[in-house]
Each structure stands twice: as structure tokens, then as C-alpha cells.
């Protein structure tokens, strides 16, 4: 599988290589870039966000406790009030119709005294006789429903101070069985303030006093659950933030979630941190959240916010992931454009010269592909060119000398026609010449089977100089023998250059030209010089004689070394062709009657 | 070489542009705080932005599912036009104290519910409150039929002050399982077929029972230790109007000169009601109605078997789900008689008011306060609404089984009155006068007539006769 991925790899195009290559160098650093961002911000976020639902629940806390305090303002106002003194401390002389009258003076009066409080749901005056005020709304308590709750006992407790009874279910704690069923009204939780009301007021310098034995009212007020909820509900914006108020016991009287349900006691690690403010991290079901708290210091009360750590940082994270996206997506778009640039760079001189490619292969070396711009390609399409000249011209020379190779092949198989049968006869001859005394017959067949016995014997290219002399020798002695008194022949060859090897048969096509042509016509006076020198690495050859010289034609003629002059000369020239290539010289100069002389130059080898 | 650069330049790019996408990130986490408090203003500012937004406020004392309704209203209506937006002004407590206090603070509010008694017609007088008939006149488009003279608050005869909204009738509540316990025939659910009073009086000793499961006929019968009342009746103008209607009188006589409570018929209806109390021992004493919870408690927790009380209870029994029934009120005299009662909405003097006029319309309309004639609380008030077929798709399952008969039909037949508060002049000043001497009725220290005579002269001297007129 891995094995077939990466083949396939493998074959892609540059293009969907490079634009790989890029997208993953181009997201790779962003991801980290990414995460490492992430994570520093992460802890500075939650310290942000710690430090700001910190300050809200702060400032909720104040919100409370100033509408509280309110409450509890108004209630310290009623105290100096003259109706409510008139009234409760005429209480044991009234009849029921007193009762009556006095119901609807009171109610005006608390009417007024919370006409300003609007977050009071239901307000009473509590006596064991009568509850004055109840009729305003749905809550009616009866004396007994108090008297079991202990609410004026309760209130007696605190001695004339505001006490506030939180964290209660009303229709349990008041023990009525029709609320106790209810599920769901309004007042199912309220925050209740009671006080004992210790009625004075002084007028004209006079303190009016109730007496002792007469019984104090109760003052009762209830704050609806949702009127103290409404106070920070949706204060905090995280999703899933849940929001509670504990009492001095440690039980919720407020919250805005089923996880913390009213009248519970909250758990031990958060009432550990009551009478404190702060943050700290909270675990809640394996989820963790932000716990933010603040209490509320005049009343042991305490207010925590949790809000799920993930949507602390959610909001931002998704931003950052959303930009992230873009980035990532930019990226990828650039990478695919760059891809695409960058490849028709690389792929437009590559496809050039994969073209080229072509046309060499059909033999066409022009060497014509264009040159591009770009450093790289420039030099590989320069030396792609030069290549192909370098082709044409190894290609041609290869050509040359595999046809010289031939012609050399055939002269040499021609040369070798049955060299043995050839020289059997000549030893025929001359066994026939000794019987007919013919001794110089004999001798003309004795040199001449020498060199053919030379010839075929020795196969090496190059033979000493030594043995090439003997065997012009000969030649010159069966050729003085046919020209007699022709010629003279003079040979000048230090014995120090018989060393150095020379190729076989280069001087007899030479001295036979000038005595064949040379001495053409002649009857006597020739001279034929052989000499040799050594200059510096090179053998100077020279070959002269007196003879009748050439015209230019003629001279050209033999110059042109595979021209159709002598065929041992033009053999001659090739032979050193192939073997020396331009290394050796061959220089002729001739005058008609003055005669020929040719000058060999060879390299000296040992 | 160039590719190398290019992707540098890139990466560079990349950190840079990471890096201040992140700073932007946290500014916007900065600004979520305060966002919530800045989308209402903003809210605010775009509606007056694009054309002149005249902003109205509509004033009123109920909570709860009504609140819930007048907010749908005020919605629906800000949706169907753009020239106005009203605000729905939620006043639970000290109500009439505070629209004073707005009016003295020249910060009248535009639309007001107001209490007949109190301030309507007070303000009309003094032209704080406007002539509905005005823009009335004024609006062609306005289907005139669509209002019943009864609903019309005039101060008057072509003076409108205000006009009724959410009638809601004094009627009869009764726990049906007490009936079926003494084998006891329900109350009839039509004011044609009403119980005399006798009848009624008789009913109610016999569903009266005290601690030893004896009732009020018994002779051995315990009046301290009462488990089960018969009845409790409402203790103000519309508890004791019914009755008087039935008996041919009226809050005042017919010359409009002395209070009703004085004559014959109003003394006899006082009585009545007293006795039954203090002579049957079927209904509680002002003491023990300290021990009584609410109505709606007492009556499902078989503390009384029957109640009179205005509609607006059956919200809050609907709701509950009790198994509970409504009846026609007892005649005292020829002819069972109920009455209704409606808080009046009304136009202040601003600069508003055709605006203000607008969204009366709008709540006048047909249909606007429908979900409050679902839930039990209100009947119409436009004269459009009263089609049985309309009648008939507001009655629920949940609404009781008489709710038509006896709560639906005393408003189309007449047997249902109009509210004295908003027929009878001066009538706050007359109704505080009568309320101590009643004290001395309900207390049991006085008869009728003896206390109706302590205030009667002091009463009659606050006679303003009838309003309208």
C-alpha cells in the first residue's frame, strides 16, 4: 500500500510535486505557528477572562446587596412611622372592625413605604391576631402557616434587627399542602427579610414608645428568586455558564441552572472558598470549568459563576481557527499558483529540451534549442547544445576512420594474396636460374623472394627502421639490376636511428617513385640520395634524386595524397594518415630536370 | 535561489499575519462584556435612525401572563408600522401614586390604563386625560360599531375618557367533589335558572361542616371549629353590587342623590350577606379569614366549597389544572344579576396623542388580546369579538365547563352591569366614606342598617349623581 502511495507519488507531476511540497511547508510552520500562539494565549485568555467574570460577579454582589439593602433602608424607615405606632400600640383595644379599618390604613402606609422598591413581590405586617396587607397579591399566609414556619419566632431571635431567611421551599417551610404539590409557582423560593418591628417615633420633644408588653409586629418581605436571578442573569456571556448565591449556611437561594438547585447545600470545596474572592478552576462530571467567586461581606453570603473552561477561550479559539482556515487556504491557493509558476519554469526548458531529445534521436544534431533565462537551464540547454556539436563532430571523424579501417583492411588482405604459393614459385625460379646458370637471375629472385618473405613474415604495423632499410635495400638492388647504370644509389642513415620504429613499407613507394619516374628516360648519371636525421622527437626522412623533376600538375598530383597518382605513394600517405593523423609531414619539392626530393618527417618511437 | 526567497517572504507573511490576527482576537473578546448593553442602544439608535420613530409609552399595573401579553401586543404593533414604538411600562405596586407623580412631573406617559374610581375621570376633568371621541371623529378608518356602549367610560355624554379593556365578571366558584360528597345538587350554570337566596343560604349550611363532620343545620353544630366554609363572598363594591341589582337597586337611587347602600333594598343586601356569616355560620369572620389561604387554594384544598370572586381566578385554576366549576351568582330579589369590571385605557394629554391613539386602536382591535381570553383571565370588549363562532375558539378544554354560560353570556344578555366606578360621580370619596361603617358590618358589631346610618348623611353629602349624563 505505502509501496503503491509512494510510486504514485513518485509519478506525479512536477507541478502536483512541487505544489505538495509547498502547501506542506506552507502549513506545517502555520499549525505550529498556530498552536504555539494558542497555547501562550490560552493562559492569558483565561486570566482575562478569570479576571473579568470576577468583576461581574463582583459587581452582581453589589447589585444585590445595594437592592437588598434597599429592602432593609425602607424597613429601618417604617420603624419611625406614626400610623403604623397609632395603630400597633392600640392594638389590645381593638375590635374586629378596628382590625378592619386598620388593615386598609396600613396597607397604604407600606404601600408608600415600597412604592420606590420594585423588586418587593409581597409585604406584611405579622401580629398572632392578624396579617395586615395581605391582599396584594397571590401569596396569602395565614397566622398558622407562620406560627409553623416560626418566622415570629425567628424574628423575636434577631431582636428588632433585619434577618433575612433564604434557601427555603415556600410551600414546605410554611407547610402548606396545596403549595407543597404546586410544582412551579412563583414564590417557590423567596428571599425573605423579617423584622421585628419596635414601632417609635418622638414628636414635640416627646419619645412615643410601644410598651413592653405589647406584642411587636413582624415585618415581612418577600423578594421573588427571579427578581434576585434578574439581577445577574445573562451578566455573564459565556455559553453554558451557570450562575449561583449561596446564604451564610451554605445553601443556594438563587441559581440559574438544575446543577445547583435552590435549597441544596453546595459542595464542600466551593463553601471552602466563601468568605473569599477569586478564581480557581473547577471539575464538575469531568468537566472542567472556571469557578469565579466573591462574597458578600456584610451579609456571609457568597456568589460563584462556573463557565465551562473550553468556552473561556471558545469564541476566540474560533476565531483563530477561522483565520487559521484562511491562512491555510491562502496558502494552499498560493502554493498552487507558485506550483504552477515555478514548474512552467522548470518544465517549459525541460519540455525544450525534451524535444531536442526527440530530434537527436532521429539524427538531427543542429543543436538549436533555445536558450531560457534562468541560471539552471541556461547552462544545461548551452552544454545540451554544445553536446550535439560534439556529437556531429565525433560522429563525422568516427565516420572517416572506420572507412580508412576498411581500405586499409582490403589493401592489406590483397597484399596478402597467397604470399607462400608466390614465394614457393620464386624459389622454383630460382632453383631453375642455378640449373641454367643464370646466376643473376637467381640473385633478382633470391632479393626479391627476401622481401616477400619480409613482407609476409613480419605482420606488426610498425617494424625497426633497421629492417624497413634492408628491405629497400633489396628493392634498390633488384631495381639497379633492371635500371643498370642508370643510377647511383647513396644511403645516409646513422645506425643510431635503426632503432626507432617506423611503419612497414613507407620508404620503398618513395624511392621506387623516383626511380620509376624519375630517372624516366634516363640512360646513366642518377643519383638517388637516401637520408635520415633526427630533429629534436621527429625523423626527417629525405628522399632526392637528379632525375627529370615534375611539373605542378604532376606534383600536385602526388600531393594530392588520396588522389589518383602512384598507388604505393597514396598508400603510402594514408597508411601514415591512420597511424600518425596529423602528427607526421610530407613535403615534396621538385623542379622539372633539376629532380625530386621528398621530405618524410616522422615521430621518433622506440 | 528564487523560489527560496518566495517561500521565506512567505513564511514571514504567514507569522506576521497569525500574529495579528491574534491581537484582533482579543479585543473582541474584551468587547463581548460590554456588548450586550450596547446591542439594545444601538437597537434604539438604528430604529430613529432612517425616519422619525415616535416613541410611546402604554402604562399598566397587571403582571404576570398579562404583562406577557401587552408586550406581544406592543411588539406586534411596533412590527406593523415604523412611524411608532410603543414600550410597554410595567407598574406592579403604588400604581395611581406613581402616574401622579408622573403627571406632576410633566412626565406623562402617552397610553394609560386607568382606574375609573381613582384617576380618569379625574384627570378628564382637568383635560390630562383626552376625549377618545375626538380622534374617534377624526379617524374615518375607525369601525365605530366595533365599540359597546357599555366599555365606554364617559365623563360625558360626549366626553369618552377611556374605554374597557379585559372585562372580567363577578361570578361563582365551587368545588364540584364537595357537591358530589353530601350528595348536594351544583349550582346552575345559567343566571335564568339562578338560586333564590334561600336556596342558596340552605346549600351553603349544608356544605358547611365543622371539625366533627357535622354542617351549619345541625343544631349541634360547632361555629368556632369550622373545617369546611360554605361560601366567601368579596368584600368591596362589585361583591356586593350583584345583589343589589338584583334587587331592583343600584350604588346610588335613581335620582342620583343618595347612596343605594341606604335605601331598603341596600340594607336588606348588606344584611344578607352579613348573616351569612354571623347568623348561618356559612361564611368566615374577618378573624378567621386570617387563617384562610388565597381563593384558589382555599377552594381546591375543600376549605370552601363555593366562592364569589371575580374571573380573573380562573387563570391561576386553568393553569393548575383544579377540578373546579363556575355558576351563576343567587338572586336576593327577581332577577340574578352579576357585574363587571374592566380597568379603562386611556389617552393622556401629550403631544403624542395621535400616536397614542394608534396603538389604542391597535389594542381595540379584534383579536389583539387573545391569548388572554384563552387563559381564563379576560372577556372582549369589542363588539366584533362577540360571534359565537369567536366566543367559541377562546373556549379551551381547560376553561371550566360553565365558563360560556355563566361567565360568556351575563355579558350579551345585560345581566351583567356596567362597574359603578365608571357610572357613578365622585364615586372614590363616596366608597371610602361607606368602607368603616362596612368594617362595623363584617366585624359583626353593628347590623346593616345601623351602620349603614353612621355614614349615611357624611355619604350623601359626596352624592355627585351619575356620570354621562
Known amino acids: 500500500m505505502v509501496k503503491i502511495n509512494m510510486e504514485r507519488i513518485l509519478y506525479m507531476s512536477l507541478r502536483a510535486k512541487l505544489g505538495i511540497i509547498l502547501a506542506v511547508f506552507a502549513i506545517i510552520p502555520s499549525f505550529v505557528i498556530y498552536n504555539q500562539i494558542m497555547k501562550t494565549y490560552e493562559a492569558d485568555m483565561v486570566k482575562v477572562a478569570s479576571q473579568n467574570v470576577q468583576s461581574i460577579v463582583k459587581t452582581n454582589n453589589n447589585l444585590i446587596d445595594t437592592t437588598l439593602n434597599r429592602i432593609e433602608d425602607a424597613s429601618y424607615l417604617l420603624l419611625n412611622n406614626k400610623d403604623c405606632f397609632d395603630c400597633f400600640s392600640n392594638m389590645d383595644i381593638f375590635t374586629v372592625s378596628d382590625f378592619l379599618n386598620e388593615d386598609r390604613v396600613i396597607s397604604d402606609v407600606l404601600g408608600k413605604q415600597f412604592a420606590a422598591n420594585n423588586t418587593v413581590y409581597a409585604k406584611y405586617l405579622y401580629m398572632s391576631k392578624w396579617i395586615f396587607d395581605t391582599n396584594n397579591t397571590s401569596m396569602k399566609p395565614t397566622v398558622e402557616e407562620i406560627q409553623k414556619f416560626g418566622l415570629d419566632k425567628k424574628a423575636a431571635e434577631a431582636g428588632g434587627q433585619v434577618l433575612w431567611i433564604t434557601g427555603y421551599d415556600y410551600g414546605k417551610w410554611f407547610q402548606t399542602e396545596y403549595l407543597s404539590k404546586k410544582e412551579n409557582y412563583k414564590y417557590q423560593y423567596p428571599i425573605t427579610m423579617v423584622r421585628q418591628m419596635n414601632f417609635q417615633y418622638s414628636q414635640n420633644g416627646k419619645l412615643y414608645v410601644m410598651k413592653n408588653e405589647q406584642e411587636r409586629p413582624v415585618l415581612v418581605v418577600h423578594v421573588l428568586e427571579e427578581t434576585l436571578a434578574s439581577l445577574y442573569e445573562s451578566s455573564v456571556n459565556y455559553e453554558g455558564s451557570i450562575y449561583g448565591v449561596v446564604n451564610e449556611e451554605g445553601r443556594i437561594i438563587s441559581s440559574d441552572n438544575k446543577l445547583f438547585p435552590i435549597t441544596s447545600l453546595v459542595p464542600e470545596r466551593i463553601l471552602n472558598l466563601k468568605s473569599s474572592s477569586g478564581y480557581t478552576s473547577y471539575w464538575i462530571n469531568n468537566i472542567e470549568y472556571l469557578l469565579c467567586y466573591d462574597d458578600m461581606e456584610g451579609r456571609n453570603w457568597f456568589s460563584f459563576c462556573l463557565i465551562p473552561m473550553t468556552e473561556v477561550i471558545q469564541t476566540t479559539k474560533e476565531q483563530m481557527q477561522n483565520s487559521q482556515r484562511w491562512i491555510t487556504m491562502v496558502l494552499l491557493a498560493a502554493s498552487v499558483l507558485i506550483a504552477a509558476l515555478l514548474s512552467s519554469t522548470i518544465s517549459k526548458p525541460i519540455a525544450a529540451l525534451t524535444k531536442s531529445a526527440e530530434r537527436v534521436s532521429t539524427g538531427d544534431f543542429s543543436a538549436d534549442t533555445p536558450v531560457p533565462r534562468g541560471k539552471d537551464f541556461k547552462i544545461l540547454t548551452l552544454t545540451f547544445n554544445h553536446m550535439e556539436t560534439e556529437i556531429t563532430r565525433l560522429i563525422d571523424e568516427n565516420y572517416k576512420i572506420s572507412l580508412r579501417e576498411k581500405d586499409t583492411l582490403i589493401m592489406a588482405l590483397t597484399m596478402q594474396i597467397n604470399p607462400h604459393f608466390l614465394y614457393n614459385t620464386l624459389n622454383t625460379i630460382n632453383m631453375m636460374a642455378i640449373l641454367n646458370d643464370d646466376h643473376e637471375t637467381s640473385d633478382l629472385i633470391v632479393s626479391l623472394s627476401e622481401m616477400l618473405h619480409y613482407s609476409f613474415r613480419n605482420t606488426n604495423e610498425k617494424i625497426p627502421l633497421s629492417d624497413e632499410v634492408q628491405w629497400t635495400i633489396n628493392y634498390i638492388n633488384i631495381m639497379s639490376r633492371r635500371f643498370e647504370g642508370v643510377f647511383e644509389t647513396k644511403i645516409e642513415i646513422p645506425d643510431e636511428l635503426m632503432v626507432y620504429k617506423v611503419p612497414k613499407f613507407f620508404l620503398q613507394p618513395i624511392v621506387e617513385n623516383s626511380i620509376l619516374h624519375g630517372f624516366e628516360g634516363m640512360s646513366g648519371g642518377g643519383i638517388l640520395r637516401l637520408c635520415a636525421e633526427k630533429q629534436g622527437d621527429f625523423i626527417v626522412f629525405t628522399v632526392s634524386d637528379n632525375g627529370k623533376g615534375m611539373e605542378i600538375t604532376d606534383y600536385e598530383n602526388i600531393l594530392q595524397k588520396t588522389g589518383g597518382g602512384s598507388i604505393g605513394l597514396s598508400n603510402v600517405y594514408r597508411r601514415l594518415s591512420l597511424i600518425y593523423g596529423d602528427n607526421y609531414s610530407i613535403e615534396l619539392k621538385s623542379e622539372p630536370g633539376t629532380g625530386t626530393t621528398f621530405y618524410l618527417t616522422l615521430p621518433c618511437q622506440s | ?469
Open chain 2, 1 to 469: 535561489m528564487k523560489t527560496k526567497r518566495l517561500v521565506s517572504v512567505l513564511l514571514i507573511a504567514v507569522m506576521i499575519f497569525s500574529a495579528t490576527a491574534c491581537s484582533g482576537k482579543s479585543e473582541v473578546t474584551d468587547n463581548k462584556d460590554t456588548g450586550s448593553s450596547n446591542t439594545a442602544g444601538s437597537d434604539a439608535a438604528a430604529g430613529g435612525g432612517s425616519e422619525k420613530v415616535t416613541e410611546i409609552r402604554f402604562t399598566e399595573w397587571d403582571g404576570g401572563d398579562t404583562l406577557a401579553v401587552y408586550e406581544e401586543i406592543a411588539e406586534k404593533f411596533n412590527q406593523s408600522q415604523s412611524k411608532i414604538h410603543v414600550t410597554v411600562m410595567n407598574i406592579p405596586d403604588e400604581y395611581d401614586t406613581k402616574i401622579t407623580t408622573m403627571v406632576a412631573g410633566n412626565d406623562v406617559p402617552e397610553v394609560c390604563m386607568l382606574d375609573a374610581a381613582s384617576l380618569m375621570y379625574t384627570y378628564a376633568e382637568e383635560s390630562i386625560v383626552l376625549n377618545i371621541q375626538d380622534f374617534i371623529n377624526k379617524d374615518a378608518n375607525f369601525d365605530k360599531s366595533s365599540m359597546l356602549d357599555q366599555f365606554k367610560y364617559m365623563l360625558t355624554s360626549d366626553y369618552m375618557a377611556g374605554y374597557g379593556i379585559g372585562s372580567e365578571n363577578i361570578t361563582m366558584f365551587y368545588n364540584p367533589s364537595l357537591f358530589q360528597k353530601y350528595g348536594i345538587e351544583e349550582p346552575p350554570a345559567s343566571y335564568k335558572d339562578a338560586w333564590d337566596w334561600d336556596t342558596f343560604v340552605n346549600t351553603a349550611q349544608q356544605l358547611t361542616i365543622d371539625k366533627e363532620g357535622r354542617n351549619a343545620l345541625d343544631p349541634a353544630f360547632d361555629p368556632e371549629n369550622i373545617e369546611t366554609y360554605g361560601v366567601t363572598i368579596s368584600k368591596w363594591w362589585a361583591g356586593y353590587m350583584p345583589f343589589l341589582y338584583s334587587e331592583g337597586g343600584d350604588y346610588l337611587n335613581e335620582n342620583g342623590t343618595a347612596i343605594g347602600y341606604a335605601t331598603e333594598e341596600g340594607i336588606d343586601v348588606l344584611q344578607k350577606l352579613a348573616d351569612l356569616t354571623y347568623k348561618y355560620h356559612v361564611a368566615l369572620t374577618p378573624t378567621s379569614s386570617e387563617t384562610m389561604p388565597g381563593a384558589s387554594e382555599a377552594l381546591t384544598t375543600n376549605k370552601v366549597a363555593m366562592t364569589f370572586d371575580g374571573q380573573w381566578i380562573n387563570a391561576a385554576l386553568m393553569s393548575d389544572g383544579v377540578d373546579y366549576n363556575v355558576a351563576a351568582l343567587p338572586k336576593m330579589g327577581a332577577e340574578a344579576k352579576t357585574t363587571m369590571t374592566f380597568g379603562g385605557i386611556s389617552i393622556m394629554n401629550t403631544d403624542k396623542a395621535d400616536a397614542a391613539w394608534e396603538f389604542v386602536k391597535y389594542i381595540l382591535s379584534a383579536g389583539a388580546c387573545e391569548p388572554l381570553y384563552k387563559s381564563g383571565l379576560w372577556l372582549p370588549t369589542n363588539a366584533n369579538e362577540y360571534t359565537d363562532e369567536y366566543i367559541k375558539s377562546f373556549i379551551t378544554d381547560k376553561h371550566p365547563k360553565n365558563y360560556y354560560e355563566s361567565i360568556v353570556v351575563p355579558m350579551m344578555d345585560g345581566t351583567a352591569e356596567r362597574p359603578v366606578v365608571a357610572t357613578i360621580k365622585n364615586f372614590n370619596k363616596i366608597n371610602d366614606i361607606i368602607s368603616p361603617a362596612l368594617d362595623l358590618l363584617w366585624s359583626g358589631e353593628m347590623t346593616a342598617a345601623d351602620a349603614i346610618a353612621t355614614i349615611e348623611d357624611q355619604a350623601n353629602a359626596e352624592v355627585k349623581g351619575y356620570l354621562g349624563k
